[in-house]
RNA sequence: UGGGGCGUCGUCAAGUGGUAAGACACGGGACUUUGGUUCCCGCAUGCGGAGGUUCGAAUCCUCCCGCCCCAGCCA
């Protein structure tokens, strides 16, 4: 039986050898594809299919999907579809698909010829069930969706069957046919499945296949004003696709009779589905309504913000497809609840990054010093290297003179035992450059804050080697005064202040967790002159402080604004925070 | 208390009767012209609990406890 509905697709022979040898680590569901292989279950196909609706922007959770339905099809040498769940017109948008499209290659990932979407089935949907009516398994019921409730019973008493739940096929037949010609209201009647009103899973209790709504559809426009529902589409789709693997989250696990039962009643070919825990991670929300209400509510610049776990907002934040697709593999795949702490994501971001990304120096939070024992009109190429990870990445030329900007940080008047940069009479190494006593702090009379710093350098340690072999424990970043470029720089944290944001107090709501400090601009920072030539996107590493990337949008060759990707670790951050204690 | 799931280190997660992988985090050390990277070392006498089967149990059996999901004409 399985064999014949399975005919029709191609035989095997278009997969590649599984790899018994893969580094991959096992889950539970790469075990059942080993085994459907062995088997012959579906003649050697893997075929899965990845099904957004159409109602949000993708984020770091539908990245994990992706990335496994995708991954899987490519790893055992079968394919992918990408296909919209675009059956409730009322909620989705072509902005949305346009979305989803281009967040799912930039994570790397091809769905060929094989774009589909639900709203490509709806005349074979509806021939299918009008199949159902005839054999008797559905009918038009014209209960309130109120009464459905009350007949419905709850989740431990049984339900009690409708009133219409008798009606002949003929009326059946005529009333679906005039529901979909718009005779009747919204609400009005629904079509159902007839299956058992005591069932103790809910979802079988005759639960509805055909709503009608007069809304208008982003792709099949006004042709239809009744709309199936997901349940009798999305099995019936994936049967029609030929999917093998039909991969969703645990939610749908009380579905999977009712999507065994519409394949089974209208006997077409059956995938198998398979239920896998959602992801959730520490410091965000993975909720479409709540991230919408984020972008609606304007808590957030949109879906593209920074600080949203969308692909769109990690992308413009810095975030490489590379790193979020190694987060996928390595956060596993099973069946338990879990949280899993966003610092394994910042892990796989930052060992992407110290791969790839330029060095660079950039001071953020400026300090003049003046080196009075510098000529007052001499400019040095320092010669830098570009990625200490990288050696052909190569080398570039950083311009030095009698004016510098350091970073505030790097200067305590006062310093604890284990600061190893800037003092009063210390000595430090200018990266790349000088070693440089201070000499002299300025400080504002009234207000105390100091203004600059000034100091002597020493000329025969140029490049940053003492001949002498004295060493010093310190080195920090500079920028030249006079050639520094300014620009605005975003430091990003974590939007929200709870790791699980959604666990909220009486009468309190995720919005209440909104971390206040999510978002801090710096304007008038120092960088080294080169970084004139950034584009949008591109990524460096600001030395010593983190990985940044020109903004899309809001930079401009005049007003350069970077974003802060992700911090470098700070060990010393952690002495310090230790020596408070 | 109907049904469906799930409980292994702080967090993920292997393990499917032969004596608890790995990763992140954390702690310590080495190296260092990024307090970055890299490299070493440490980190579950115990797998929700209690019984039982067995030479041997995280794995099998029994009972118990806890957590998640389901009463949309959402997906």
Known sequence: MEERKNSHYPAGGNNAPVDENSSAPPHFIRAIIREDLRTGKYQGRVHTRFPPEPNGYLHIGHAKSICLNFGLAKEFGGK???????????????????????DVRWLGFDWQDRKFYASDYFEQLYRFAVALIEKGAAYVCDL????????????????????????SVQENLDLFRRMKNGEFEEGSRVLRAKIDMTSPNLNMRDPAIYRIKKVHHHRSGDSWCIYPMY???????????????????????????????????????RPQQIEFARLNVTYTLLSKR???????????????????????????????????RNFAEIIGVAKRDSMVDHQLLEYCLREDLNKRAQRVMAVLNPLKVVIDNYPEDQVEEMEAINNPEDESMGKRKVPFSRVIYIERDDFREDPPKQFHRLAPGREVRLRYAYFITCTRVVKDEKSGEIIELHGTYDPASRGGWAPDGRKVKGTIHWVSAQHALDATVRLYEYLFTKEDPGDTEEGRTFLDNLNANSMLERRHCKMEPGLKAAKPGDRFQFERLGYFCVDGPDSSPEAPIFNRTVTLRDSWAKIEKKMQE
């Not at 919209?84 to 989705?92: G, L, M, V």
């Open 231 to 269: 349940d009798f589409a999305h099995g019936i789709c994936d049967s029609l696709e030929g999917i093998t693997h039909s991969i969703c989250t645990l939610e749908f696990e009380d579905h999977r009779p009712l999507y065994d039962w519409f394949l089974q009643q209208l006997d077409i070919y």
């Open 290 to 324: 709540k991230l919408l209400q984020l972008v609606n509510e304007g808590h957030v610049s949109g879906w593209d913000d920074p600080r949203m776990p969308t692909l769109a907002g990690y992308r413009r934040r810095g975030y490489t497809a590379e790193a979020i």
């Open 144 to 167: 309130t969706a109120e009464q459905v409730r009350e007949y419905r019973g709850t989740l431990t008493e049984p339900g009690k069957n409708s009133p219409y739940r008798t009606r």
């Open 80 to 102: 992918c579809n990408l296909r919209y769940d675009d059956t409730n017109p009322a909620k989705e948008d072509v902005e949305y698909v346009e979305s989803i499209e281009e």
